[in-house]
């Protein structure tokens, strides 16, 4: 059964480099999302992506996020300057078509920020 | 903005017992999903819901949509089943998640 991966599963970076977390959505989804969970917390809503651009972000996604499909296949979530803030755990999901339809999650990937 | 409160936060119950968990939010919606989160963290979606009820094995769910609410059943509880239940409901392109359930069921 076709399944989102994503990389690495663990990522350690000191504060204020810069990290591309990497998704492999299913191949025939059209629709992309990346969400994060902080530990202890709820899931949060950062950013949809469809036909190649963003269609809806939250407040949390500012200019240090940013998101893009480079070949086809991949989808990133990159952090420009990371803060202690942003450690983690991050899903990616993906989608045939809008919100209303069934979304894929990803393993996530914990990103932990000393 | 939609607020999206579950209850219980936690739930322990012995196996066999019949489980609900509630959903209730602030703003109309289309419509909504119920995810398990596993203990290992991985997301799974169980249920998209815009009316009605939907039944998948042992697990269904409700929705009213004037009332604001949904509510996943777990009929015949098995520990296996142990695991954080989360509501979101579909606000434009975007998912507004619940804080999740943490369901243990106990041998």
């Known amino acids: 059964e076709p399944e989102v991966t994503q990389t690495p599963s663990h990522q350690v970076t000191q504060m204020g480099q810069e990290v591309i977390l990497r998704c492999v959505p299913i191949?025939?989804?059209?629709?992309f999302y990346w969400y994060r969970q902080i530990l202890g917390q709820k899931v949060e809503f950062l950013v949809s992506?469809?036909?190649?651009?963003?269609?809806?972000k939250s407040e949390i996604f500012d200019d240090q996020f940013s998101v893009e499909r480079p070949d086809g296949s991949n989808f990133t979530l990159k952090i420009r300057s990371t803060k202690l803030e942003d450690s983690a755990m991050y899903f990616c999901a993906s989608g045939r078509s809008s919100a209303t339809d069934t979304q894929y999650f990803g393993p996530g990937t914990r990103l932990t920020v000393l | 903005k939609n607020e999206v409160e579950q209850s219980p936060q936690n739930l322990t119950a012995q196996e066999g017992e019949f489980i609900t968990i509630n959903c209730s939010y602030s703003v109309g919606i289309s419509a909504l999903h119920w995810l398990q989160q596993h203990p290992g963290g991985g997301i799974v979606s169980l249920f998209m819901?815009?009316?009605g009820k939907k039944k998948h094995g042992r697990l269904i769910a409700t929705i009213n949509i004037q009332e604001k609410h949904s509510s996943l059943h777990i009929t015949a509880s098995h520990p296996r089943d142990s695991a954080v239940y989360i509501c979101a409901v579909i606000e434009a392109q975007k998912l507004v998640f619940g804080q999740g359930t943490r369901l243990t069921i106990n041998p």
């Open positions: 819901l815009s009316s």
């Open positions: 992506f469809y036909n190649n651009e963003i269609s809806e």
């Open positions: 191949s025939n989804h059209l629709y």
